[in-house]
């Protein structure tokens, strides 16, 4: 199949499998290998163009998009939006600081709010686990999960495998998955949606996922999901190919979780000594926002054969118009696109 092919029933996925047959993104939870993989595929395209100086597209010209961000967001948003207007549709950001969520409007009200004004896709980020559910429940167009509370970020993860995919390759590797690689994910896994989105999206793609984070930070019975449990995280990143870092999310957090920024520092900051005990090709990721000094130095996270902390956002954009274009195929028209699940 070519990056351009729109057909639902592209010749590598299972016979008589839609290649997308989803009207919402709420989670990777909700994806089978062959769509994340037509995800990644169909997101080539636009790390093309965007690659470009005349970075435009009319895929979706004439369509409103609304961003509802309940959440604070920099890079996430700003994506969106970029993704949004790059496929040339209408993209309207709403804040929850200036709406009337501040005034006591329920999530609903809100979801049947932004129906009204018939949006033809609605990008949500909310504190609250499955709120983005929630809004799709009541809303006729797709919806799609910017990050719901410590639930999922299916958009981060695919953006993430994505950057992987494309730093693999760089180094002649052409594989279409994971398989064989050993991913350490640390920080605070307790908190993140991130951690839980890639865990499920690393392992679609065959990878094998070390989770490592203080005994306070790990979610019990995380083992049920298939992840390798560490403390230790020189342990973790022994024969590890990727350490994906993760901030502490102290927002999140109700109470002292450890001891001390400095002491974590200690036993869970990627340094460059740590990462030199390592493998001597060992990448390094993060989904930012970084906290330098903390859960990563600044010498590794500026370290340019091995860091792809940037290439994640420059992925970013392309997975999300990826996502955008898929997602409202079916109202478009497109040909062969009419069915949803
Ligand atoms: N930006 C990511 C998120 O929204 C990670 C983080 O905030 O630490 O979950």
Redesign the pocket.
Known sequence: MTSSDTSPHAARYPAGALAFPHRDLLGIGQLERHEILFLLDEAEQWVALNRQRTKHSDALAGLTIINAFF?N????LLSFEIAGKRLGADVVNMHAAQSSVKKGETLIDTAITLNAMRADAIVI?HGSSGATGLIADKVDCPVLN??DGQHE?PT?ALLDALALRHALRERGETADDFTGLVIVICG?ILH???ARSNLLCLQALGATVRLCAPPALMPSGIEGMGAEVFHDFDAALDGADVAMM??L?TERMNGQFIPSAREYHYLYGLTKARLEKAKSDTLVMH???MNRGVEIDSEVADMIDRSIITQQVEMGVAIRMACLDVLTRRARGVEGWGEVA
Do not use: I, K, Y
Request: glycine share 10%; aromatic share 0%; no cysteine.
């Open positions: 959440e967001s920099t890079r996430t980020r910017a990050g970020h981060q605070d993140s949606r991130v993760l901030r999310q989904p930012g926002p």
